[in-house]
């Protein structure tokens, strides 16, 4: 029984118990809050725009975002669920209803990879009606929404159409994300075969809407004929050819529409928006706790290379 007596020993057996202990019960059953999901990502052509960092190299929006949703499918609980769609012109499409996070990961983490602005069917962006097309098409799902858009539209909404959400039968659950800085970029355009060939100018773009009734006061246009020039004679002058987040413009649609608004920096600032409490839902699952007996073998193993008390030393030479 001396043997015993060195603390050693004693360690060594407790650790091997520890990972018999890791092996055997590897996961337990306990309530833990899980989400669900489907992710929405604007495509549209100012989502190239470069004003984020990734290893101190400019990154477009569009690859930022790409590479955080794949970031947070890894810190999702298992039972969690995740669908994609994308955005562009007028309307939304889902590319697949949410899936498990932990049995589908590869898929849905390809997918995301795969998302590229070329996917896009149309040039323009109007991004009141894509949410409103989003809503509607998820509406009797069970699933929370999550618009991920840096706000700017292609042409410029005449404010005499506004968007009315007031349409939607049921209350819409979810976030509208914002993507971009608050700084005007220029936008990359990109040739055929997705090479940039240098930046959109202010010639390429529209800077107001030219549909329907004319918001403008007629003594104040150029040009104004009601009939076929209410929008005066004169070309239209703005910034439209850059592109900064429209952050008040998103709140106020996430004001109309029902949903929260949360501005993407980080995986850490989108990971706490997105594990809000009243996003969540507690469900019983397994539970991996490995980690845990895991840690008590290691503590233990690193007591065995500590100097023994100078007593036992001591008894020892006897």
């Not at 795969?114 to 991004?127: C, F, G, H, L, V």
């Not at 819409?172 to 608050?182: H, Q, S, T």
């Not at 980690?291 to 008390?309: E, G, I, N």
Request: net charge neutral; with cysteine.
């Amino acid at each position: 029984m001396e043997p015993l007596k060195d603390y050693r020993t004693l360690c060594l057996l407790s650790a091997l118990i520890a990972m018999m202990v890791l092996f055997l019960y590897p996961s337990k059953q306990q309530k833990t809050p899980t989400y669900n999901y489907t992710f929405i990502v604007d495509i549209t052509r100012s989502m190239n725009a470069t004003d984020y960092q990734q290893d101190n190299q400019a990154v477009s929006r569009l690859n930022f975002v790409k590479q955080t949703l794949r970031e947070l499918l890894q810190k999702l609980p298992c039972e969690s669920k995740v669908g994609l769609g994308l955005f562009t012109e007028r309307r939304s499409t889902l590319l697949f209803e949410p899936l498990e996070v932990c049995s589908a990961y590869t898929e849905i983490n390809i997918a995301i990879s795969k998302i590229d602005w070329r996917m896009a069917w149309a040039a323009d962006s109007n991004i009141a009606k894509g949410l409103l097309s989003t809503l509607e098409m998820l509406q009797k799902s069970d699933s929370t929404v999550i618009f991920i858009t840096d706000g700017q539209e292609a042409p410029p909404v005449n404010p005499n159409y506004q968007t009315d959400f007031s349409v939607l039968t049921a209350p819409a659950k979810g976030m509208i994300i914002g993507v971009g800085g608050l700084q005007a970029v220029p936008i990359p355009k990109f040739d055929s075969q997705g090479q940039q060939t240098g930046f959109y100018s202010h010639d390429d773009v529209p800077h107001r809407s030219s549909f329907g009734q004319s918001n403008l006061d007629p003594s104040q246009v150029k040009g104004y004929n009601a009939r076929n020039a209410p929008f005066g004679s004169e070309a239209a002058t703005g910034n439209e050819h850059l592109t900064a987040l429209h952050e008040t413009y998103l709140e106020k649609l996430g004001a109309e529409s029902g949903l929260s608004y949360a501005r993407l920096t980080d995986l850490k600032n989108l990971s706490q928006a997105l594990q809000n409490p009243k996003l969540a839902t507690e469900k019983v699952v397994q539970t991996d706790i490995r980690w845990q007996p895991a840690l008590l073998a290691l503590l233990l193993l690193s007591l065995v290379y500590l100097p023994r008390p100078y007593k036992s030393r001591r008894f020892f030479w006897k």
